[in-house]
C-alpha cells in the first residue's frame, strides 16, 4: 500500500533553514508527482510546492524563491528545502501524492518558526 512518511521538522528561529524529506513506498515513486502542503492553526491546508515526475517543479508566490523541491527516485524520496523562514511559515508540513485516482497523504511533520 501507498505510504508516506515525513521527516525533518522543528523549531527553527526566523532566517533559518529546515531540510525536510518524505519517504514514499507502495508505488512507482519515479512515475508519480509529488507535493508538499502545510497547514496552520485555524488555516486550511495549502499548496507550498510541487514536482512532477520529470521534475518540474512549482511554487506558490508566498514562497517562490525560499522554497525548493527536490526528488531522488533511487530513494523514492522528495525534499522541500525551506530557506528565509519566516514565523507565518510555521503549520504542519504534509507530503501528498495521487496514485491510482487516489489522493495519499502522510502524516506530517510539525515546523515551528520562532525566535
Known amino acids: 500500500q501507498v505510504q508516506l512518511v515525513e521527516s525533518g521538522g522543528g523549531l527553527v528561529q526566523p532566517g533559518g533553514s529546515l531540510r525536510l524529506s518524505c519517504a514514499a513506498s507502495g508505488f512507482t515513486f519515479s512515475s508519480y508527482g509529488m507535493s508538499w502542503y502545510r497547514q496552520a492553526p485555524g488555516k486550511q491546508r495549502e499548496s507550498v510546492a510541487g514536482i512532477s515526475s520529470s521534475g518540474s517543479t512549482n511554487y506558490p508566490d508566498s514562497v517562490k524563491g525560499r522554497f525548493f523541491i527536490s526528488r531522488d527516485n533511487a530513494k523514492s524520496t522528495v525534499y522541500l528545502q525551506m530557506d528565509s523562514l519566516k514565523p507565518e511559515d510555521t503549520a504542519v508540513y504534509y507530503c501528498?501524492?495521487?496514485?491510482?485516482?487516489?489522493?495519499?497523504w502522510g502524516q506530517g511533520t510539525q515546523v515551528t518558526v520562532s525566535s
Open positions: 501528498r501524492t495521487i496514485v491510482g485516482g487516489r489522493l495519499y
